[in-house]
């Protein structure tokens, strides 16, 4: 799977130019193949591809050790355990599955999971992990723009969202969401981790295009969300909350909702 041609731009892209977020998508596509790996590291996915099979499986084994036990389990691994059995049979798209910690458990536990990410390698390196585990119940989706979406089942029970729709501006984020949502009916539940505002505050109230910077090694953008915002980006669809919160000493948030219209 080769890497696309990247765009020379930056923030604000006009989306009325871009309503398939194209350009958007290939300016955050720079830096999203630098994904989070273990717990205070990052790594390009490509190089992790050019790993054999063995080495592969170690290293996505050693990182989810990493992100997911011990100290970490308060940023990640309480809330696999949370969902393991939630989501044992259900159809769950992962939005910016980046090499996979989170979805990969759950798939490993009986959930048909979807693999949705924005960089090519993201996608191949999750596909190696799972044809290694021999996992039947997974489907890969490289989404080029809001048209790679088309070919996706219209019934997921989950999508989740962990970290992806922070790294773009608000309107851009309700594009993607709106189109999503066509994916996911009355009675599914969006789950979204993102940043919340006390943790801005907190880091000197940057603009949204220099807080990745201090918060994402240098990410284009990083925007914090609370419920307000993220019901605006899925208006007008209505949804109740289940879960709505701050943890690791409000470094995350967590939002749960269920879809009502």
């Known amino acids: 799977m080769s890497m696309p041609q990247l765009v020379s731009a930056v923030w604000p892209i006009d989306l009325t130019q871009d309503p398939h977020l194209g350009s958007s998508f290939s300016l955050l596509r720079g830096k999203w193949g630098e994904v989070p790996f273990r717990q205070y590291d990052r790594v390009q996915s490509e190089a992790l591809l050019a790993l054999p099979d063995r080495d592969i499986l170690k290293v996505w084994t050693d990182a989810y050790l990493a992100n997911s036990t011990g100290p970490a389990f308060s940023v990640r691994g309480w809330y696999q ?5 939630s989501f044992r049979g259900k159809r ?76 773009a501006p608000l309107e851009l984020a309700r594009m993607e969401a709106q189109a999503l949502l066509e994916h996911l009916p009355v009675g599914g539940r969006w789950i979204e981790l993102g940043y919340p505002k006390s943790r801005w505050e907190r880091e000197g109230c940057l603009p949204f295009d220099k807080w990745g910077e201090k918060t994402d090694g240098g990410a284009p953008w990083v925007e914090w969300h609370d419920l307000d915002k993220l019901r605006y980006i899925l208006a007008p669809s209505e949804f109740d909350v289940v879960l709505d919160l701050e943890f690791d000493n409000s470094n995350f948030n967590w939002f749960d909702l269920v879809r009502r219209s």
């Open 81 to 85: 355990l949370l969902y393991k059995d």
């Open 92 to 167: 769950i798209l992962d939005v910016g599955c980046g090499l996979g910690p989170d979805s990969i458990f759950y798939a490993e536990h009986g959930a048909a999971v979807t693999f949705l990410d924005i960089v090519p390698t993201n996608v191949e390196f999750v596909r190696r992990v799972c044809e290694i585990k021999a996992l039947k119940n997974v489907a890969f989706c490289y989404m080029e723009d809001l048209r790679s979406l088309a070919t996706l089942p219209r019934n997921y029970d989950f999508i989740i969202c962990c970290g992806s729709f922070i790294n």
